[in-house]
């Protein structure tokens, strides 16, 4: 990690969907045949979330395989 952080993992990811309702994904469910492939491509934000990124571009450089160095301070 830039920060200075270490021994970080990611345990699951929550993305909340409506007021009441979520989905919760974890690592072996990225990996697994039963969930389809997901192409970056294929992964759409909407104009607003892309507005609050503070780098604009972020997501054509991901899509581009540009390198992006993460920040030492958020």
Same mark, same amino acid.
């Given at each position: $990690? ?5 021994e970080?993992?990611?345990? &699951?990811i929550? +993305? ?6 979520y *989905? ?8 697994s045949?039963l $969930?389809?492939?997901i192409k970056l491509?294929?992964i759409?934000f &909407?104009?607003? +979330?892309?507005s609050?990124?503070?780098?604009? *571009?972020?997501?054509d450089?991901?899509?581009?395989r ?6 030492k301070?958020?």
């Amino acid at each position: $990690m830039q920060n200075g952080e270490r021994e970080v993992k990611l345990h &699951s990811i929550i +993305v909340h969907e409506t007021d009441t309702g979520y *989905a919760q994904g974890f690592k072996e469910d990225a990996h697994s045949e039963l $969930m389809g492939s997901i192409k970056l491509e294929d992964i759409v934000f &909407s104009a607003q +979330v892309q507005s609050e990124w503070s780098d604009s *571009a972020l997501w054509d450089k991901l899509l581009n395989r540009i390198h992006v160095k993460n920040p030492k301070k958020v």
